[in-house]
């Protein structure tokens, strides 16, 4: 299964010569790993909607199902089911879709500008301490500028780490084409250039 795992200082470093598949796959990874997530979100409570709520004090568990929807600033979860976590890092949420719904959404505002990472799959795991996101199986990330498709990938794992500017997507998976597929938008330059 291809894996591609590239700090954002690594592709400044990395040559033309590398080769054409590399450098596609990387001027993706630049254009979303520059995705900052709204800064003010982590310190966020976070707040949730649910059909049905069990919670396991002990465990310091909820469990979340029918129709759930996650909140914390301006990220948000929808799922059929969520399980919330709290550990010594933070809160973490694992979502999972169902035979009726079953990918998960994922939406998140970048910070200082007009943009959005949205995903999708068929589990979503969020790590509010680390800043983590990880969508398994089916799954799509996209950037939206001033609500427009602008970059969209797909994989069947798709790791975002926002605290170490990291993006990771791997392909595979049964069925699929073994490959990441992805697209890029030229960024307008500053001054109309």
Request: glycine share 12%; hydrophobic share 35%; aromatic share 4%.
């Given at each position: 299964?291809?894996t591609h795992?590239?700090?954002l200082g ?6 033309r010569?590398?080769g054409?598949?590399r450098?596609a796959v ?11 997530a709204?800064?003010?979100?982590r310190?966020?409570p976070?707040?949730f ?8 004090g002990k ?12 909140n914390q600033?301006?990220?948000q979860?929808?799922a059929a089911?969520v399980?919330?976590?709290?550990t010594p890092q933070?809160q ?11 990918l998960?959404q994922f939406?998140?505002?970048r ?9 999708q799959a068929?589990?979503v795991?969020?790590?509010?301490g680390?800043?983590?996101v990880r969508?398994l ?9 001033a609500g427009?498709l602008?970059?969209q990938?797909n ?8 605290a170490?500017?990291?993006f990771e997507v791997?392909?595979g998976?049964?069925?699929g ?11 307008a330059s500053?001054?109309?250039?």
């Amino acid at each position: 299964m291809p894996t591609h795992h590239t700090p954002l200082g690594d592709f400044r470093r990395t040559s033309r010569h590398d080769g054409g598949l590399r450098y596609a796959v990387l001027a993706l990874l630049l254009v979303t790993a520059a995705a900052q997530a709204e800064r003010g979100d982590r310190t966020q409570p976070l707040q949730f909607d649910a059909g049905q709520v069990r919670i396991d004090g002990k465990r310091r568990v909820q469990l979340l199902s029918g129709g759930v929807e996650v909140n914390q600033g301006t990220m948000q979860i929808k799922a059929a089911q969520v399980e919330l976590r709290e550990t010594p890092q933070g809160q973490v949420a694992v979502a999972e879709g169902s035979a009726a719904a079953p990918l998960v959404q994922f939406r998140q505002k970048r910070d200082g500008v007009d943009e959005w990472i949205e995903g999708q799959a068929q589990r979503v795991e969020y790590d509010a301490g680390a800043q983590v996101v990880r969508l398994l199986q089916r799954a799509q990330v996209r950037l939206l500028r001033a609500g427009v498709l602008a970059d969209q990938v797909n994989g069947e794992l798709i790791v975002y780490d926002n605290a170490r500017d990291v993006f990771e997507v791997q392909g595979g998976g049964t069925g699929g084409s073994g490959r990441v597929r992805g697209t890029v938008t030229p960024r307008a330059s500053e001054g109309g250039r």
